[in-house]
């Protein structure tokens, strides 16, 4: 290392004891800190890591986290990021707070922001990438599906060797032809037809022929066994794939890959991809079957993120939702609840849940009403937007309540006619009922 | 009478970037409210649009890619749509859909593109700016406020022909430069609102339709629907 990177490198390295001891945080200041006395610091850090990327709209976090989980089996010491920290700096903090090991290849599994690939693999020539999807976020939806491709592929053209595994459900990552290595993963569980999908989707045109794109199934959104009947293109041969969904429920999923049978304990279609993309890079790794299951059921707490609140005798679940897609596979989720619930809807509009939001418009809300629900609650400084979208979903006003306050919305819950209770929340009303929770001691700590 | 009325979502499946959708879906309740069946099919690329099958036309915005390939479809509609909206047809256009009805805009890499030229207006760009946030106008002939929001780099000024939607009260609307906010010709409602404009401004949604049952059933007494109360939704 160069005197410059180990100056560098002592003073990300203070900084991070600094801010974690005395501030309790602080996960991209060290990064900053030492990139601005070496700016090829993350080349002298990582330089002995192999190193795997993550990236892609929806699932980057529970994918890392799942496929930590996974190459445990067979590696040991394995670097990753924490949530949230996926952008240069997080990286290069991540790299400076790494204990040692004695490994001479270690394995760093790191999330990475789309945007933010290039400023990686300048320094670092990853061995793997992993795509997981890409759709239109609420936060950026002047921003193209295709732009965000182009951001990430940018990235990869300075790692050319890389092997990229990739969802095979997803047309755009079929789209250009690329040098590096291909994986596919994706779903081989339907019956075959011929199908379109729904007016609200986006990223339907052919790549090669700008036609409309026809499936012979659909996952969700525009993720399924895609074919262009114009022009012939259609998805990639699968190097691995789901072949059976034996059981869903908003805890816990139960298929096979491969034939293989896998359990995982957290609910949702797109989990099941974030899995599925896990035991890929297992595989491509050498991890056998067998251990993926065994990891995937050692590694119960990592599917904590929608953990049940206990409200004064309540089971509630508080999810977040921040785009279409990822509000849909929700609305997918709960709908495999056998038990009669409350379904509470929270919108606010600040800057980090979005200021727009017409996307609610492209949910499905229609669901809601076939569903076993007893009492309907919406609230948040938008509150007249969700519930006239309620109204038009066809939710009888009867079962419908109305409250901003979202202080007051937590008084309700504990009257609520049923157990179980889903919150589905923007980012700040989720924050805010957090900080109301465990001010409440329903849970440890308000921000996480 | 048992009233039905016929929508077309013109490429709705390639324009649809902002929750387009909630139009169709706030049409719908509120014309089973007023009694009205109301059936909805979209007619995209390669499709035939014939202006006798349908009452509405709701078109919405989409991503730069995707408006440009319309740009290039739209063509083979232009005398349908044009015959359609010169016969008093009802129209919602938004955003993308708002500049293509207009002679042209200027796409993502600078390139004119054309559209059908069926309304008198046309569409510049700003230079690495948009406008985005939310939008409050007035309608000068019913005193009507209409609140969305709005996001868009295209600058559009309106023809002779043309009136605004409303009066810019807060916000930028067309241009930012005439206080104009959407166009009106015809039975054609032009705006850059999102929000869905229909679902946060419901006076609008009852116009197209009271407009579309007027057109369809010329002879029938449709007081009834006229007078249905619309609830404030923001």
Known sequence: MSLKSSIATAAGKSSYWFLHTFLKGGSSLPGKITKKIDPNILQNLARNYDVIVITGTNGKTLTTALTVQVLKEKYENILTNPTGSNMEQGIITTFLHAPRTKNKRPLAVLEVDEANVIMVTKYIKPKAFVFTNIFRDQMDRYGEIYTTYQKILNGVALAPNATIIANGDAPIFHSKQLPNPMIYYGFANQPEGDIKATPNTDGVLCPQCQHILHYRYISYSNLGKYFCPNCGYQRPELNFALNKIVELTPKSSKFEIDGEPIKIEIGGVYNIYNALAAYTVGRFMGVTPAQTQQAFHQGKSIFGRQEEINVDGKKVTLILVKNPVGLNQVIDMISTDKDPFTFIGLLNANYADGIDTSWIWDGDFERLPKMNIKQFITGGERYKDITYRLQVAGVDPAKHLVEPDLDKVVEMIPNAPTEKVYILATYTAMLHLRKVFATKGFIKGGLD | ?234
């Open chain 2, 1 to 234: 009478m048992a009233y039905t009325l016929n929508v077309c979502h013109l490429y709705g499946d390639l324009m649809n970037t902002y929750g387009d959708l909630g139009n169709i879906l706030v049409l719908n309740y509120l014309a089973e409210k007023m009694g009205v069946e109301l059936t909805s099919e979209v007619i995209s690329l390669d499709q035939a649009f014939d202006p006798d099958k349908y009452d509405i036309i709701v078109f919405g915005g989409g991503q730069d890619f995707e408006q440009s390939i319309v740009s290039k479809d739209i063509q083979t509609k232009k005398a349908g749509l044009t015959d359609f909206i010169e016969d008093n047809g009802s129209v919602v256009a938004i955003c993308g859909g708002y500049q293509l009805l207009g002679h042209y805009y200027i796409g993502a890499n600078g390139e004119k593109l054309l559209g059908i030229g069926a309304l008198d207006h046309y569409t510049d760009k700003q230079k690495d700016h948009r406008f985005i946030g939310n939008v409050v106008i007035e309608n000068e002939e019913t005193g009507e406020q209409y609140h969305g929001f709005e996001n868009h780099q295209g600058i559009t000024f309106l023809g002779q022909d043309e009136r605004p939607l409303g009066k810019v009260l807060e916000g930028h609307g067309n241009n930012g430069q005439d206080k104009t906010e959407g166009a009106i010709y015809k039975n054609v409602y032009c705006t850059y609102f999102h929000g869905p404009i229909l679902a946060r401004n419901n006076q609008i949604a009852k116009h197209v339709l009271i407009n579309a049952l007027k057109r369809k059933y010329p002879d029938a007494d449709i007081s009834k629907q006229e007078q249905l109360k619309v609830a404030e939704t923001f």
